[in-house]
Structure formats: structure tokens, C-alpha cells
């Protein structure tokens, strides 16, 4: 099992920057991709970002792209998103989450493991 544990989320105004982390632990070996997802308020979850630890690559949503960051630390058990200039539509609980794909991939099935969330707001 591998858990993970997201923190960073907060209120923001617009323009804004925040940095979220995510701590993985346990079988963390076995997680070949992590990525974050969010969902707002009535809507569905959507893809945010993810990073593949064995490719080394990237993906990003269309509405994030140019804004927001995903990296890893050199022990690739902790993955970070940085969130720079914020909008009020990126208002959302964002959710860290762990694969065992070798891909950074959108889709929500292909992950196994997910966190319990945390909430960022960003005001107007």
C-alpha cells in the first residue's frame, strides 16, 4: 500500500501563488506516475497535472499549462505543484495521486492510490 498525504492548499487572491505538496510513504517503489487531479464544487474531477518518475516526463492540463509546475524530489516520494498566477476557476480541493504506469497520465483510472485531498481557494 502506499498512502499519501497532500498540504499547501489555503485561500489565495487572484494572481496569486501556492505551493502544494504531497508526501508519499509505504510501498512507494511501486508508483511509477503521480499527478494531481482537482474538483470543484458541482463538478467533476479533472486532470491537473502528473509526472512520470521512470520517463522523467510531464503532462499537463490545457488550463493550467504556462501556470503550474509539477516536479519531485530527488527521493521521488514527494511531489510538488506550484501554482502561479492563480485564478478564481482554479478554486477546487486538488488531490495528489500514485500510479504504477510508467505514464504522466489524465486519466483518473490509471491511478491507484489517492490522498485525501486539500482545498485551495482563490479570491477575486
Known amino acids: 500500500q502506499v498512502q499519501l498525504v497532500e498540504s499547501g492548499g489555503g485561500l489565495v487572491q487572484a494572481g496569486g501563488s501556492l505551493r502544494l505538496s504531497c508526501a508519499a510513504s509505504g510501498r512507494t517503489f511501486s508508483t511509477y506516475a503521480m499527478g494531481w487531479f482537482r474538483q470543484a464544487p458541482g463538478k467533476e474531477r479533472e486532470f491537473v497535472a502528473a509526472?512520470?518518475?521512470?520517463?522523467?516526463?510531464?503532462n499537463y492540463a490545457d488550463s493550467v499549462k504556462g501556470r503550474f509546475t509539477i516536479s519531485t524530489d530527488n527521493a521521488k516520494i514527494t511531489v510538488y505543484l506550484q501554482m502561479n498566477s492563480l485564478k478564481p476557476e482554479d478554486t477546487a480541493v486538488y488531490y495528489c495521486?500514485?500510479?504504477?504506469?510508467?505514464?504522466?497520465?489524465?486519466?483518473?483510472?490509471?491511478?491507484?492510490?489517492w490522498g485525501p485531498g486539500t482545498q485551495v481557494t482563490v479570491s477575486s
Open positions: 495521486t500514485a500510479g504504477v504506469l510508467g505514464t504522466a497520465s489524465s486519466r483518473g483510472d490509471d491511478y491507484r492510490y
Open positions: 509526472l512520470s518518475r521512470s520517463a522523467g516526463s510531464t
